[in-house]
């Protein structure tokens, strides 16, 4: 283990301090899936849409998963990190399995399930108070619709898209696809209010679809009295935006306070959404 | 270990029989490169095209790597695999190391190196010497300049490719780009023979600039007496080429005597390209 990297426990295929094979297919290809949960004292938020994600994942990549073991699982290693952390992320690796060498799939192989449980991450609270600043960045996405929206484990552009900045005051960048449409943050999904109308963008071609993203869709009209438009958005619509903010799974929602040179207000239906998405955390 | 699954050596950072981090980040994102050397006598062929390929990539992705390291590493490795088969395959991973959750790199991240040693598959050697049934893949590659020709670990569309099929009988599979242009195979790199021209297509877009492509091409015109234009190949040029093989650095060169449901036979260009290689790995 490197010098640095904190210690926290891991689970393979349900045992606890196992390693990981040389040849599973999740190293040798990034042929997996993953999920990133927040858990609190009540359990894992958003885990019937954590499960939901994986499910389709599992479905598009055509890798075997047993629902019921990974929820006990699941439960086991929030327990157990609940006595490390009161709050805390639990991150799940499903891979295709341990293969030989080369693509084709062996047939008989069973997925692998990893489990690792570490603490909250550190950013500073006003990054939700008052707002981050966010920049957008060089990297275009590339376009696969068989790949659109899964949570998979090829994520070699986030990876050189979050090596653009250095800058610990800015929070995120936001990714275009190959013809300079916005389509999410490197680690987060974006959302936009302009002209009345509450927008995402479409997951249809290269980003994830993320869980908050989903749940935030699914109670606008709840949480602010009005619906998403999931739509396709050019670069312009944010630059004009009257509010812009981020979500995830474990930050929550990040209202969006300065978007490269320009500056915004934490709007009304940011504030809302976020307030709401804070209750869901306990707080 | 999965049942079924041949045990062979496995080395990393130098140790002999250690495991992978859970941590590592090649598994989290594929966020690493890899090479696959076939070794004989005389040791890892083409050695320093593999590490020159390793080191374009590690310089696109910024990895730090240090050769003479790798080359000590190899060395012993194959010196070991020698034991267990006078021929074999070495497979190196090159990882950007174990990282805290999350896409940024961590100040101070060392790469993880991964040696494993296997046998030569197991292909009919009338592949080599009539040539092989190829099929033309449905999935489409995604487009990105700055990970074109890299052999990283993201590589999920050939996993998904290579689905495709079952048949023992079908070798290969060509893949396209997004505008239906053909790149490469699965997992070779493809030439084609007409008009009196030698082709292969470019690799800019998509697609892993293979060693054995670059070989062939550095030495075409002592091996045959003319030179390969690497350019953009449209599906209808395989469809009426004269002469199709492929190629890579474990196999070889593999003829196609059937492209989807056209027979080809095996010309003079491809067969003396396939002897000269041959010759190469000592044949």
Redesign the interface.
């Known amino acids: ?6 210690a926290s426990p ?1 689970w ?1 295929n349900g045992e606890r301090g196992a ?13 997996g899936l ?1 999920e ?1 949960m927040r858990f609190g004292p009540s359990g894992v938020y958003l885990l019937e849409y954590h499960l939901r994600r994986l499910e389709f994942g599992a479905s598009r ?2 890798i075997s998963l047993d629902p019921s073991l990974l929820r006990t699982e699941i439960g086991a290693a929030v327990e157990s990190g609940r006595e490390l952390f009161p709050e805390g ?1 639990i ?1 799940l ?1 499903l ?12 047939p ?3 997925s692998t399930r ?1 489990l ?1 449980v ?1 603490a909250l ?1 550190a950013n500073p609270p006003e990054w939700s108070a008052e707002g981050v600043s966010v920049r957008f960045c060089d ?6 619709s ?2 659109a929206g899964v949570k ?12 653009e900045w250095d800058d610990p005051a800015i929070a995120e960048g936001l990714l275009a696809d ?1 013809r300079g449409r916005i389509v999410e943050g ?2 987060t999904n974006v959302f936009l209010v302009s002209g009345g109308r509450i927008l995402t963008p479409v997951i249809d071609t ?1 980003g994830i679809a993320g869980v908050m993203r989903q749940y935030i869709i699914d109670k606008a009209p709840e949480m602010v009295g009005q619906g998403v438009d999931v739509t396709s958005c050019e670069k312009g619509m944010f630059t004009g935006a009257r509010e812009i903010f981020l979500c995830n799974s474990v930050v929550g929602v990040w209202p969006v306070a300065r978007l490269a040179e320009r500056k915004l207000q934490v709007g009304a239906v940011t504030r809302k959404i976020r307030d709401h998405v804070a209750r869901l955390f306990g707080a």
């Open positions: 283990m490197q010098a640095g990297i904190t891991v393979i390693s990981p094979d040389a040849r599973d297919r999740g190293l040798a290809f990034g042929d993953f990133t990549l055509r992320v991150k690796i891979t295709r399995g341990v293969g030989q060498r080369g693509y084709k799939v062996s008989g192989i069973t990893i690792m570490s991450p990297m275009r996405m590339g376009a696969n068989v790949l998979h484990l090829n994520r070699l552009e986030q990876v050189l898209a979050r090596l190959a490197v680690a290269c």
